[in-house]
């Protein structure tokens, strides 16, 4: 069982670089363990896979957000990162922070998500 509360939102002005956090409470194992990802909904809009990083440390971006999104995780905080550089009014959105057991393919474990706000 993965329990996510993310952090980090708010109202940002255009080109403004915000960093998301996502706390991370495992029963058991660690961040190494899982795979994590964070995703985006904006209103109207379906929600959106931005960034997803493996048990091997290996990344992957939407070509939305490569280049200037980068998503890291420190395992002795238990905490997944999501810097976000360049932001552009196209970037509003709720940011949810996801996790899954790397051998599923969906995603189980969901925070309750932080508005990001570009303008």
């Known amino acids: 069982h993965v329990q996510l509360v993310e952090s980090g939102g708010g109202s940002v002005q255009a080109g403004g670089s915000p960093r998301l956090s996502c706390a991370a409470s495992?029963?058991?194992?660690?961040?190494?363990?899982?795979?994590m990802g964070w995703f985006r909904q904006a209103p109207g809009m379906e929600r959106q896979a931005v960034a997803a990083?493996?048990?091997?440390?290996?990344?992957s971006y939407t070509d939305s957000v490569k280049g200037r999104f980068t998503i890291s995780k420190d395992g002795a905080k238990n905490t997944l990162y999501l810097q976000m550089n360049s932001l552009e009014p196209e970037d509003t959105a709720m940011y949810y922070c996801?996790?899954?057991?790397?051998?599923?393919?969906?995603?189980?474990?969901w925070g309750q998500g932080t508005q990001v706000t570009v303008s």
């Open positions: 990083v493996d048990r091997d440390g290996s990344t």
């Open positions: 495992l029963w058991y194992g660690s961040l190494s363990s899982i795979c």
């Open positions: 996801a996790a899954r057991l790397c051998s599923e393919s969906r995603y189980n474990y």
